[in-house]
């Protein structure tokens, strides 16, 4: 058993940070944070209220409509964003430390987020400075172009899988935007978030721009769903909380961007280098504990090389090394919560009547408490299983042969879900063909999950609406006003300019 291990440093209760101070919640209510290896509660966190969400919207309102950030000049964003970076960087075994102790990463995993999470900062500081907008020439007649402008407070809610990351991956975008934020992070997991604050705060970003406020969906996220001065809202999360907070968006048109849940295929077809197809097929459904919204959590593999991947499949899920988070050798940790952790063995307890069980099938060896799973794989999973429409999000993997090219399209597009998919073929005709008829807003031809974050992000059916990365995020928290300039005499039909009585 992993020895419960708390991080030195850390606060005595996690608090909101609003206009540039940490704050208890007007209510002074708080919420009990637990540590997925030991369970026990290690702090208690501020559990914001609506009106603790006005003052964060009010707090912020003035940054936005009277302070400088929305009006610098993109350079000197940039610069603000760089440093943010740096500090990141600075920081990032302290950070993967508190992360991974909140959550349940392994730490090698989560330095990855770190890493990526500054990533996200200077690549947004680079697109600033880039970006150039459309103008249009009428020759003789009229100038027209986009005048670009931040939308305004921006509402972003975050899920709990990877924290830090997740929330870098929406304030880059916001802040190189030119707007301010209110930050609702997941309340699973609340450390890290208190982090930016000082971050921001030593790269200069003037207070009132970052504003952060923790507590229960239902009540703080709802309340800054609904704000009347929250023009848009950036939600990452489940599929049915994406659904409820479109409804609430609805009464007061609020732009939305949903990135929601996933049941993606990886699509094995014979020809495949089936050595890679593993590796990379295995990583990604149990890398980042199998909570990850993009994880190939449904393979399927052409049946004349199935009994053999699934075999070789099963004995490298069994050799997953499970345990110690903080261990760099560890492969999968503790899920991140008692809550979750029932849930994902609900579903291995279903898979034993809806799969063959090839590996794990419930805690691991030797680890008798804490969130853990052993890496569980189900063989010859029918389509209309639980376990291959429903996401789990935890390290269970459904294996399912198919026969023909038009099979496995078939299965592929057989869920609600369209977040990714995963191809692994030799023949370059079919690559492309498959990949451009399954339903999926991101794919990759003979690769796991690596992103380039110029490219679109996002899901189609129920994964998602509206998709972010690169240009598209900016486009996202911006207005694009067009303003028409007249060059040369105006024509205009002259209402009213023949008087009565003249022809
Ligand atoms: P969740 O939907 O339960 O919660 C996400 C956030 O929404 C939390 O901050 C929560 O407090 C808040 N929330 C809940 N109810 C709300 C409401 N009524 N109004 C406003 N806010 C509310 O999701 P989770 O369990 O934290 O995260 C796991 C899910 O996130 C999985 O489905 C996973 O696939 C998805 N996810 C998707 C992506 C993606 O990019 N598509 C990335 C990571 C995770």
């Known amino acids: 058993m992993p020895e419960p291990h708390v991080p030195g440093g850390l606060p005595e209760a996690i608090r909101h940070y609003i206009g540039g101070e940490f704050t208890d919640s007007l209510s002074g209510k708080t919420f009990d944070v637990l540590d997925p290896v030991s369970n026990e509660v290690y702090v208690t966190a501020a559990a914001g209220q609506a009106e603790d969400v006005d003052r964060a919207v009010a707090a912020t309102r003035e940054p936005f409509t009277g302070g400088p950030w929305p009006g610098l000049p993109p350079r000197a964003r940039a610069r603000v964003l760089n440093r943010i970076a740096d500090a990141v960087e600075a920081q990032d075994a302290r950070l993967a430390e508190l992360e991974t102790f ?43 172009y986009v005048h670009r402008k931040p939308v305004g407070v921006a509402g972003l809610i975050t899920p709990w899988n990877t924290p830090f990351m997740l929330e870098s991956w929406k304030l880059a975008p916001a802040l190189a935007a030119g707007c301010t934020v209110v930050l609702k992070p997941a309340e699973f997991t609340p450390l890290s978030a208190g982090l930016w604050a000082g971050i921001f705060a030593e790269a200069g970003l003037p207070d009132g721009v970052f504003n952060l406020v923790h507590g229960f969906g239902e009540e703080a996220g709802d309340a800054l769903v609904r704000h009347p001065d ?59 504990n199998g ?111 198919f026969d023909s090219e038009d099979e496995a399209l078939a299965l592929a597009n057989d869920v609600r879900y369209g977040l990714a998919a995963y191809v692994w073929t030799s023949n370059l005709e079919r690559a492309h063909t498959f990949a451009q008829s399954v339903e999926a807003g991101m794919v990759w031809l003979n690769s796991h999950n690596v992103r380039d974050l110029r490219t679109p992000f996002g899901g189609i059916k129920a994964s998602g609406l509206g998709q972010e990365g690169g240009y598209r995020s900016l486009d996202f928290y911006t207005h694009q006003q067009a303003i028409h300039v007249s060059l040369g005499p105006v024509r205009t039909p002259r209402f009213g300019a023949v008087r009565k009585g003249q022809s």
Do not use: W
């Open 102 to 144: 909140d959550t349940g990463l392994p730490i090698t995993q989560a330095l990855g987020q770190a890493h990526r999470a500054a990533e996200n900062f200077r690549f947004f500081a680079d697109l600033i400075v880039a970006q150039s907008d459309d103008t249009y020439r009428v020759p003789g007649r009229q100038l027209n």
């Open 230 to 288: 929250v023009p848009l809202i950036s939600f990452t999360g489940e599929s049915a909380t994406g659904q409820t907070i479109f409804r609430n968006c609805a009464a007061g048109l609020k732009g939305m961007s949903m990135e929601l849940g996933g049941k993606s295929p990886a699509i094995v077809f014979a020809d495949a280098d089936l050595d890679a197809a593993l590796d990379s097929t295995v990583f990604g459904v149990f890398s980042l």
């Open 291 to 401: 909570e990850r919204c993009t994880a190939g959590s449904r393979i399927l593999v052409e049946r004349a090389v199935y009994d053999e991947f699934c075999e070789r499949f099963a004995a490298r899920a069994c050799a997953i090394v499970v345990g110690d988070q903080r261990a760099p050798a560890t492969e999968v940790g503790a899920l991140v919560h008692p809550e979750h952790h029932a849930k994902v063995m609900r579903y291995v307890e279903l898979g034993r009547s809806e799969g063959r069980l090839l590996a794990g099938g419930g805690r691991p060896p030797g680890l008798d408490t804490g969130n853990y799973v052993a890496p569980t794989v189900f063989a010859d999973v029918a389509p209309d299983a639980r376990i291959f429409q429903e996401e789990i999000f935890g390290p269970v993997v459904a294996l399912t042969p």
